[in-house]
């Protein structure tokens, strides 16, 4: 509202990668210009090259690459097929390592998705973090995308930097669809993430009926260890999907009959309330 130059860049530029918001390109071109406008170099470069890429008939072949990822985030099918005749690598990364099937799935472009798989578009690849393209479709629930992934040879049990399988982030989404595509392609259930908890033992923690009777039972507290057992907790506390998501960690143990962990755990709540520190 003010026209800071600098915080209209940054809309501007949070509107066209798309990472925290829906790819918009009026509305990243909205306030590009007010940024613009009080001569911000950053936003006028930026404002530049997406007029540039907005011209699908007309692409440099230098613009090819830069076109097929703008084209991914924004799901312009004509575009990227452009951009590909104009000589676009299909697995060429940007400036964060995603390709552009990566950037697609973050920008939930299901269909955008397909046709670069269609075309080629790697199914193993993986972003920054680990994650495959089959996490991304384990975790956002886009159960045709995760179908013509295991079609394309996609590994079922990839495992990201936490130590996670596409599996488990299934579970924990509770998209028993996707969960029963990845158990009839082979995942394993028993696989433990860094935290040493597996797929199993997450959908015993969740208490999902339909993804149990497809998973089967686990066990409630994987860890052995008492801090293994703390960082499982507090694990749960915080995982979108969870059972006990938005529990005090004191609650969560209760509830799973850590009796144990009770005295720790009343003593640490203490300390983290009188230092204001939530736990």
């Known amino acids: ?12 530029s949070i509107y066209y990668h798309g990472k925290v918001v829906e790819p918009n390109s009026k509305a990243a071109k909205y306030f590009l210009f007010e940024a613009a406008q009080q001569d ?83 199914a ?10 089959l996490h991304l479709t384990a975790r956002q629930g886009m159960a045709e995308v995760s179908q013509h992934l295991i079609s394309s040879g996609a590994r079922i049990d990839a495992i990201n930097e936490d130590g996670r399988t596409p599996l488990m982030l299934a579970v924990a989404q509770r998209r028993g669809d996707i969960t029963a595509q990845l158990l009839t392609a082979g995942a394993s259930p028993d696989l433990a993430d860094r935290q040493g908890r597996s797929a199993r033992d997450l ?46 960690i004191v609650a969560a143990a209760v509830a799973q009959d850590e009796a144990d962990l009770g005295q720790p755990l009343s003593g640490m709540a203490h300390c983290c309330s009188s230092c204001s520190t939530r736990r």
Do not use: C
């Open 40 to 122: 911000h170099r950053l936003a006028r470069d930026l404002l530049r090259r997406i007029d540039g890429l907005d011209q699908t008939s007309n692409i440099a072949a230098g613009q090819a690459q830069e076109a097929l990822w703008y084209a991914a985030r924004s799901g312009d099918l004509q575009r990227s097929a452009a951009a590909l005749t104009k000589g676009a690598d299909l697995e060429a990364t940007d400036n964060n390592g995603d390709s552009a099937l990566i950037i697609a799935l973050n920008s939930r472009q299901e269909d955008m998705a397909i046709w670069l798989i269609e075309r080629g578009a790697s």
């Open 203 to 248: 959908a015993a923690h969740l208490g999902d009926p339909a993804i149990s009777s497809l998973i089967g039972k686990g066990r409630v507290v994987t860890a052995a260890s008492q801090s293994q057992r703390f960082g499982l907790l507090e694990n749960q506390i915080t995982e979108p999907g969870s059972l006990y998501q938005g529990w005090p």
């Open 1 to 12: 509202e003010a026209r800071h130059a600098k915080s209209s860049y940054l809309l501007g």
């Open 124 to 133: 193993t690849v993986a972003d920054r973090s680990g994650n495959s393209p």
